[in-house]
């Protein structure tokens, strides 16, 4: 598509660090993804707000990602602007029983700066491949502990304005939150632990990891749990019940040691991967009347 350079200039004269034409597979969890025609990686929040406002005045779609493990970007590529929120957005803080977290810092960062700082109640989350940001834009959780249960408040740009919100406020449900609507960007977290030691929070941490080695396909890139849990039942139930365990198309296969897992066995493109989602919702449905709905993004 074609772009307009002078708005590419002005935020290139804000200092902002802008690539064109970026391959965005390297970028994401599934190790798929064509190029963005544009990727930002703006380090403060009036950078960030610079870019939003560019892109929405250029009239060019944007998406703000973090770690990009719970999206499908297409294999031709994204028409628009990628913000990306990763090392550049990453600080931690710590002050008492409160951790304050950038949105771009990850789960493995957060856990491990709270195991330094004798800090328990993140130890279950050990292991989620997200970063702060996407961990709470989608309220993820893992052995029973979601991450909205600790977090006490939050930074969040709302329209170009930057707004401290209570967990009440982000309006936290199964897989949801206030987040989901991109007008609402988590700049930073504040979550509220209990003292700890060390080596008990650690111990946790790596039986986490253990859990997770075991149950999941790490081996294999992936986006994770592909669909939400459905009432009364659970997604990786039925397509295992329904012989999925293992279906193919292109490089793209359910996981044979999880089947709510789709993972990338080799070189799979995203028609690969919207097929097999397409095809495990259509058996589910024949085999159970379940509706599966699709946890991941697709952009």
């Known amino acids: 598509m074609p772009m ?29 993804g064509g190029a963005a025609e544009l990727i930002a990686l703006p380090d403060t929040a009036d950078k960030l707000r610079a870019c939003i406002l560019s892109a929405q005045q250029a009239k060019i779609p944007y998406r703000i990602l973090g770690q990009a493990s719970n999206v499908l970007i297409a294999s031709s590529g994204y028409p628009g602007m990628i913000i990306l929120l990763r090392s550049n957005w990453a600080k931690l803080n710590v002050e008492g029983t409160l951790l304050k977290a950038d949105g771009g810092l990850t789960i493995k960062r957060l856990c491990d700066g709270a195991m330094q700082a004798e800090l328990s109640g993140l130890e279950r989350l050990y292991g989620i491949p997200g970063s702060v940001g996407g961990a709470l834009h989608n309220n993820s959780g893992a052995f029973g502990t979601e991450l909205s249960e600790l977090l006490e408040s939050a930074q969040v740009l709302i329209q170009g304005q930057e707004r401290t919100l209570t967990r009440d406020q982000l309006q936290f449900g199964y897989r949801r939150s206030l987040l989901n609507d991109q007008n609402h960007v988590l700049l930073s977290a504040a979550f509220r632990l209990k003292p700890g030691q060390r080596h008990t929070i650690r111990r946790l941490m790596e039986e986490t990891m253990e859990r997770r080695k075991l149950k999941q396909p790490l081996e294999y890139p992936s986006a994770g749990s592909v669909f939400k849990r459905p009432e009364g039942h659970y997604a990786s139930a039925l397509i295992d019940q329904c012989g999925l365990k293992g279906r193919q198309i292109g490089g793209a296969q359910v996981s044979e040691k999880h089947a709510g897992f789709i993972i990338n066995r080799s070189q799979a493109s995203s028609d690969d991967v919207q097929a097999l989602i397409s095809h495990i919702q259509k058996e589910v449905y024949a085999e159970t009347s379940v509706t599966l709905e699709c946890e991941i993004e697709s952009l």
């Open 4 to 32: 307009d350079f002078n708005f590419i200039q002005e935020l290139q004269q804000k200092k902002i660090a802008i690539e064109r034409r970026v391959t965005m597979a390297p970028y994401t969890s599934f190790r798929i």
